[in-house]
């Protein structure tokens, strides 16, 4: 029996989210702040004991507390809901119980339960918060109803779990009706208990040393290991006779260093002659001397040098702790001898921390191999865990199944129409359900499995931080992805303040992108080259001012629609934008060059050229150069700079690092400087206008 499937609604950020859940690992990723813990948080809250919040409520619930204070209306306040639906294989031993639980099933291969947070007596949280906080002559109150639930323990006053069976109705053409059953709340939580449990490693391990109540040591990390999983008959004796000789000793020597302080206290008459005499023993157990007595240490075998665990480093014991913790939740689900949970859920946050790559890289394939260790020594292999890993490593995205990824997106509440501004709630999209479309290319039909597999490929490689970033930028290729941090700072320097990810793709691919990101709902710009080829014959290159002159980007055909430069060229900015996929496409454009009084109108072919004609001055001075010598008159300039730069002598990495060197100030060329401002104008607010109070309080400052 496992998971398959979880429905969380009004808890945080999670205002009505869906999530399939993998047969082994699934993998929550996504930008900060986008609801990873609180799917994680969730669970606790339900599950792992911790208690619900005021502040757990949507903020888009929070209205409707206010609604029912001034309403009464019961059926107003706001429930935090979690569904949670299991497969059951009906040849095995669980269905029976299942059944057993749920005998109204119509799908006897998919279960569900429902728990929800709600309301137990609205009444009388209306009537104990008028007592406390009337309505005052203003028509106002001293605090709001959240703010009341907020004090301490009066949510839990009033709030509390209810349980649902739940049963899938199929509807042809739409989502399935789901029908609810209420549970007694007894028989609710029996059977919860029955169905799943939930285990968690915390994001925040504090691994040390030390004894702080914020601080996990390995010793006692082991020691609850020993404890609870490894203690045997045969090991216990063995102890209790090492230690019971150890006590016997121990006493005798407490006995013999203590005699005299006794034989003064009896002098002064404690104990009295017919009191019992002092004694000091020795009282250690086995038990007590691995929980409190015991240091792990790090010995060298050769040299037998050991040193404590302050000693190592953190990613070692991070690791060490982690399968520790893993293979100890998984034991104790196994030793569970009577009504052992069909299921067990173990979420592991943020495992990555202080891990290098390459540790990064194989954490879920060893933290599968503690827990295939611990299963086939209980004799039971096919008993293993569902693993839910929260992460922002791009080095664990590399190792896991592309469709086991969960990718948690920001977005605006629902039925807001605010295109801009804070982002409060959030969307998760499975990667199992992304399907690209097929695609025409260069005449030939590429499949939907052959893109979906360049995708997985290509990511895998290079780009799995696309998933943490809130936008993209596609460029060319080496020369754009080194110049791009110093374009921002000169074109957008907003942009500095929020996550970007540059993908390497070239005009061949960046279109390939397109379902996937249009999937995520990232926002991305496309920079790119007009690569003008001849407009008759074999399509070898040309200037871009050739008459007739055509596009070999396969990128620019695809996404623009237009295959000559001259229809290019003629796009207005509004064109090259697609508001429903949230894209940007920048290419060349005419360069108006100024040089010794004469102007004149060219057309880049690439991004080199135009860094050229944008910053012609600077190659006139000789702080950049080409490795040619520019003719004196500018119309000769066009065909030389065109040569030089399709050469094979032409090094255009080393050209990008004499820009990136260069003293004097260089421009951005303006289609790149266009693209940019467009991605800013999407991820940051407009500045706010500054007053001129504000301006003299700044200097007086």
Same mark, same amino acid.
């Given at each position: 029996?496992?998971?398959?499937?979880?429905?969380?609604?009004? =808890?945080?950020?999670?205002?009505?989210?869906?999530?399939?859940?993998?047969?082994?690992e699934?993998?929550?990723?996504g930008?900060?702040n986008?609801?990873?813990?609180?799917?994680?948080?969730?669970?606790?809250?339900?599950?792992?004991?911790?208690?619900?919040?005021? *502040?757990?409520?949507?903020?888009?619930?929070?209205?409707?507390?206010?609604? =029912?204070?001034?309403?009464?209306?019961?059926?107003?306040?706001?429930?935090?809901?979690?569904?949670?639906?299991?497969?059951?294989?009906?040849?095995?031993i !669980?269905?029976?119980?299942?059944?057993?639980?749920?005998?109204?099933?119509? &799908?006897?291969?998919?279960?569900?339960?429902?728990?929800?947070?709600?309301?137990?007596?609205?009444?009388?949280?209306?009537? *104990?918060?008028?007592a406390?906080?009337p309505?005052?002559? &203003?028509?106002?109150? !001293?605090?709001?109803?959240?703010?009341?639930?907020?004090?301490?323990?009066?949510i839990?006053r009033?709030?509390?779990?209810?349980?649902?069976?739940?049963?899938?109705?199929?509807?042809?053409?739409?989502?399935p009706e789901?029908? +609810?059953?209420?549970?007694?709340?007894?028989?609710?939580?029996?059977?919860?208990?029955?169905?799943?449990?939930?285990?968690?490693?915390?994001?925040?391990?504090?691994?040390?040393?030390?004894?702080?109540?914020?601080?996990?040591?390995?010793?006692?990390?082991?020691?609850? =290991?020993?404890?609870?999983?490894?203690?045997?008959?045969?090991?216990?004796?063995?102890?209790?006779?090492?230690?019971?000789?150890?006590?016997?000793?121990?006493?005798?020597?407490?006995?013999?260093?203590?005699?005299?302080?006794?034989?003064?206290?009896?002098?002064?008459?404690?104990?009295?002659i017919? &009191?019992?005499?002092?004694?000091?023993?020795?009282?250690?157990?086995?038990? @007590?001397?691995?929980?409190?007595? @015991?240091?792990?240490?790090?010995?060298?075998?050769?040299?037998? *040098?050991?040193?404590?665990?302050?000693?190592?480093g953190?990613?070692?014991?991070?690791?060490?702790?982690?399968?520790?913790?893993?293979?100890?939740?998984?034991?104790?689900?196994?030793?569970?001898?009577?009504?052992?949970?069909?299921?067990?859920?173990?979420?592991?946050e943020?495992?990555?921390?202080?891990?290098?790559a390459?540790?990064?890289?194989?954490?879920?394939?060893?933290?599968?191999?503690?827990?295939?260790?611990?299963a086939?020594?209980?004799?039971?292999?096919?008993?293993?865990?569902q693993?839910?890993?929260?992460?922002?490593?791009?080095?664990?995205m590399?190792?896991?199944?592309?469709?086991?990824?969960?990718?948690?997106?920001?977005?605006?509440?629902?039925?807001?129409?605010? !295109?801009?501004?804070?982002r409060?709630?959030?969307?998760?999209?499975?990667?199992?359900?992304?399907?690209?479309?097929?695609?025409?290319?260069?005449?030939?039909?590429?499949?939907?499995?052959?893109?979906?597999?360049?995708?997985?490929?290509?990511?895998?490689?290079?780009?799995?931080?696309?998933?943490?970033?809130?936008?993209?930028?596609?460029v060319?290729?080496?020369?754009?992805?080194?110049?791009?941090?110093?374009?921002?700072?000169?074109?957008?320097?907003?942009?500095?303040?929020?996550?970007?990810?540059?993908?390497?793709?070239?005009?061949?691919?960046?279109?390939?992108?397109?379902?996937?990101?249009?999937?995520?709902?990232?926002?991305?710009?496309?920079i @790119?080259?007009?690569?003008?080829?001849?407009?008759?014959?074999?399509?070898?290159?040309?200037?871009?001012?050739?008459?007739?002159?055509? +596009?070999?980007?396969?990128?620019?055909?695809?996404?623009?629609?237009?295959?000559?430069?001259?229809?290019?060229?003629?796009?207005?900015?509004?064109?090259?934008?697609?508001?429903?996929?949230?894209?940007?496409?920048?290419?060349?454009?005419?360069?108006?060059?100024?040089?010794?009084?004469?102007?004149?109108?060219?057309?880049?072919?690439?991004?080199?050229e135009?860094?050229?004609?944008?910053?012609?001055?600077?190659?006139?001075?000789? !702080?950049?150069s080409?490795?040619?010598?520019?003719?004196? *008159?500018?119309?000769?300039?066009?065909?030389?700079?065109?040569?030089?730069?399709?050469?094979?002598?032409?090094?255009?990495t &080393? =050209?990008?690092?004499?820009?990136?060197?260069? @003293?004097?100030?260089?421009?951005?060329?303006?289609?790149?400087?266009?693209?940019?401002?467009?991605l800013?104008?999407?991820?940051?607010?407009?500045?706010?206008?500054?007053?001129?109070?504000?301006?003299?309080?700044?200097?007086?400052?």
């Amino acid at each position: 029996m496992r998971v398959s499937g979880v429905a969380i609604r009004n =808890f945080r950020r999670l205002e009505n989210v869906q999530i399939d859940i993998e047969e082994r690992e699934s993998i929550f990723v996504g930008p900060n702040n986008s609801g990873k813990t609180s799917a994680t948080a969730v669970f606790r809250c339900f599950l792992g004991g911790r208690d619900f919040k005021i *502040h757990d409520f949507s903020v888009a619930r929070m209205a409707d507390f206010d609604t =029912f204070a001034t309403t009464g209306d019961a059926g107003l306040l706001p429930k935090i809901s979690l569904d949670l639906w299991f497969t059951i294989d009906p040849k095995s031993i !669980a269905f029976g119980r299942v059944f057993t639980l749920l005998p109204k099933l119509s &799908d006897f291969t998919r279960v569900g339960i429902r728990l929800s947070y709600e309301v137990a007596e609205a009444k009388k949280l209306r009537e *104990h918060y008028d007592a406390a906080y009337p309505i005052m002559e &203003d028509g106002t109150r !001293a605090k709001t109803l959240p703010q009341y639930l907020a004090l301490d323990g009066n949510i839990g006053r009033y709030f509390t779990v209810c349980y649902s069976s739940l049963d899938e109705k199929p509807q042809d053409g739409i989502p399935p009706e789901i029908l +609810t059953s209420q549970l007694d709340p007894h028989e609710g939580k029996r059977l919860l208990k029955h169905l799943i449990r939930v285990e968690f490693v915390d994001a925040q391990r504090n691994i040390n040393d030390d004894d702080s109540s914020r601080s996990n040591r390995l010793s006692a990390a082991f020691a609850t =290991f020993y404890q609870k999983n490894l203690e045997q008959a045969g090991h216990a004796a063995d102890a209790h006779r090492v230690i019971d000789a150890n006590n016997k000793q121990l006493t005798e020597h407490y006995a013999k260093q203590f005699d005299p302080l006794f034989k003064l206290i009896k002098h002064l008459g404690v104990p009295s002659i017919n &009191d019992r005499e002092l004694q000091i023993i020795s009282s250690l157990s086995p038990e @007590t001397a691995l929980r409190g007595n @015991t240091e792990l240490l790090y010995i060298d075998p050769n040299r037998q *040098h050991e040193l404590p665990e302050l000693y190592n480093g953190l990613g070692f014991k991070n690791l060490i702790y982690m399968a520790i913790q893993a293979r100890h939740f998984h034991s104790q689900w196994l030793m569970t001898a009577e009504n052992r949970p069909l299921c067990l859920m173990i979420f592991i946050e943020e495992p990555e921390v202080h891990l290098h790559a390459q540790v990064q890289q194989t954490f879920i394939s060893n933290i599968w191999q503690v827990i295939n260790q611990s299963a086939e020594a209980a004799g039971e292999p096919s008993l293993v865990p569902q693993l839910v890993v929260t992460t922002h490593s791009s080095h664990i995205m590399e190792a896991v199944d592309f469709e086991k990824v969960r990718y948690f997106q920001r977005c605006h509440i629902e039925g807001e129409t605010v !295109a801009t501004g804070i982002r409060n709630a959030s969307a998760v999209r499975s990667l199992r359900a992304f399907q690209p479309e097929a695609e025409t290319i260069n005449g030939r039909i590429v499949p939907p499995s052959e893109s979906l597999a360049f995708l997985k490929r290509y990511l895998r490689l290079t780009h799995c931080d696309l998933f943490f970033a809130d936008a993209a930028i596609l460029v060319e290729g080496a020369v754009e992805k080194l110049l791009m941090p110093s374009m921002i700072e000169r074109a957008a320097e907003r942009l500095r303040t929020v996550y970007l990810t540059i993908l390497e793709v070239g005009g061949a691919y960046a279109h390939r992108f397109e379902g996937l990101l249009s999937f995520l709902h990232i926002p991305y710009l496309v920079i @790119t080259d007009l690569d003008s080829v001849a407009p008759t014959g074999y399509p070898s290159a040309c200037r871009a001012d050739v008459a007739g002159a055509r +596009t070999s980007n396969a990128s620019l055909k695809k996404l623009c629609g237009q295959t000559t430069v001259a229809d290019l060229i003629a796009l207005t900015s509004a064109e090259k934008q697609h508001v429903a996929k949230d894209r940007c496409i920048a290419f060349q454009t005419d360069i108006l060059v100024s040089d010794g009084g004469v102007n004149e109108t060219l057309r880049p072919r690439t991004l080199e050229e135009a860094i050229v004609y944008e910053n012609f001055g600077l190659l006139r001075s000789g !702080a950049l150069s080409i490795g040619a010598t520019l003719p004196a *008159h500018l119309n000769e300039v066009y065909q030389v700079v065109y040569d030089q730069i399709r050469s094979d002598s032409f090094k255009k990495t &080393d =050209f990008a690092m004499d820009i990136l060197a260069c @003293t004097e100030a260089w421009i951005v060329p303006g289609y790149i400087a266009e693209g940019l401002s467009w991605l800013e104008s999407r991820l940051s607010p407009p500045l706010a206008a500054v007053t001129e109070t504000e301006v003299s309080a700044l200097k007086e400052a």
